[in-house]
C-alpha cells in the first residue's frame, strides 16, 4: 500500500555533499521524491522534533547537532515507504548498518549518522505535519 514517510538528511551529509548520492538510493528504490526543501532549524524546533528524546542522555547534543547547519527534509511515498526507508537507512549505529545502507556508506558515527527516518505511519504524519505545514 502506498504511504508516506518523513526523511532528513542530516548537517554531517549534508556538509559533505551527499544529498544527490542519497535522493539516489530512494529513487533507485522506487521511493517518490513528493516534497522537498533544505533548511536550518532552530533549537526550538529541534527540541519540538525530537520530544520523544527528551529524557535521554543524549537529548541537548542531539537538538544542537540537528540544528548545527543546514539539513534537507523530504517527503517519500511509495509502496511501505516507513518500512523501505528504514531499511535502506540501516542501524542507527553506522557500526551495525548492514552493508550498502546509507549509514554503512556515508555516517561518521552513532550521533552523525546522516539520515533520519519516521519510525511509524502514525510518526510519519506527525513529522510530516512539523516539516511542511502552510
Ligand atoms: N542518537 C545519539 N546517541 C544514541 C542514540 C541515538 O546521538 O545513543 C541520535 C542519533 O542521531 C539517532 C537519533 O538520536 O539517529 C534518534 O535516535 P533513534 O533511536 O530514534 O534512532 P533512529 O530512529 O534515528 O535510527
Ligand atoms: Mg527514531
Redesign the pocket.
Known amino acids: 500500500m502506498s504511504e508516506q514517510t518523513l526523511s532528513l538528511i542530516?548537517p554531517d551529509a549534508v556538509e559533505r555533499n551527499l544529498i544527490g548520492k542519497i535522493i539516489q538510493i530512494f529513487e533507485e528504490n522506487n521511493l517518490i521524491i513528493e516534497k522537498m526543501k533544505k533548511i536550518h532549524v532552530d533549537m526550538d524546533f529541534a527540541k519540538t522534533f525530537?520530544s520523544?528524546?527528551s529524557d535521554?542522555p543524549?537529548f541537548n547534543?542531539?537538538c544542537s547537532?540537528i540544528s548545527s547547519g543546514p539539513l534537507v527534509a523530504m517527503v517519500l511515498k511509495g509502496d511501505n515507504a516507513v518500512q523501505k526507508n528504514?531499511d535502506l537507512?540501516g542501524?542507527?549505529?553506522p557500526k551495525d548498518a548492514k552493508p550498502g545502507t546509507i549509514r554503512n556508506l556515508y555516517a561518521i558515527s552513532?550521533?552523525?549518522?546522516s539520515v533520519?527516518?519516521s519510525?511509524s505511519i502514525e510518526n510519519a504524519k506527525i513529522e510530516i505535519d512539523l516539516f511542511f505545514k502552510d
Open positions: 542530516k525530537y520523544v528524546h535521554k543524549f547534543d542531539l547537532y528504514r537507512m542501524a542507527t549505529n552513532i550521533d552523525k549518522n533520519h527516518g519510525d
